[in-house]
């Protein structure tokens, strides 16, 4: 919902639901939403045992607010709880006042998948994001040293104000390569 090239909001919302249980044919890019467009909202619901992301997020201007978010991406690799990719673009995006807990292979994580998985993942140069008073647990896995918040390439983000419990990492940032 909403047009992009006008920032004009859709303003459809996912609000109070329980989503459990998905994605058992598809077990990756299966998220329990997937939000595209402009002015969205994700708000107060309880996502929980999902082979790959709970929430993939694509454009502008979406708020994720109050969810509780645990035992997801259990299967997939080299994504979040919360997955946004590929688009320097989709600027604008808050998530605030959220649980994040259990994520990935949470209870070895240095011995997680080839890359990692993590609470919020911003991947391929997502910039211009909000991430405010989250609470990260056990978010943080992967060889590659994934954070509970991992952000991979993207500019203008601001992670500020989350609390971070028992994840190896609480941010990291993996740069562009020159290719």
């Known amino acids: 919902g909403g047009d992009r090239a006008t920032l004009t909001p859709g303003r459809h919302f996912v609000e109070n639901c329980r989503i459990h249980d998905l994605s058992r044919i598809d077990h990756t890019y299966t998220p329990a939403v997937l939000m595209n467009g402009v002015g969205n909202r994700i708000v107060h619901n309880r996502f929980h045992h999902v082979l790959s992301s709970a929430i993939r997020l694509n454009g502008n201007d979406h708020l994720v607010e109050l969810n509780e978010v645990h035992d997801v991406v259990t299967e997939s690799d080299d994504q979040g709880g919360c997955d946004m990719h590929g688009n320097a673009t989709y600027r604008g995006n ?86």
């Open 94 to 179: 808050v998530f605030r006042w959220n649980s994040w807990q259990f994520i990935g292979q949470w209870r070895s994580p240095a011995a997680g998948p080839p890359c990692g998985q993590s609470g919020i993942r911003l991947d391929d140069a997502i910039s211009g994001t909000l991430i405010y008073g989250n609470i990260f647990r056990h978010c943080a896995t992967g060889l590659a040293g994934f954070g509970g918040v991992q952000i991979h390439g993207g500019k203008d983000n601001l992670v500020d104000n989350n609390v971070f419990v028992d994840c190896l990492t609480a941010v990291s940032f993996s740069p562009w390569g020159p290719g």
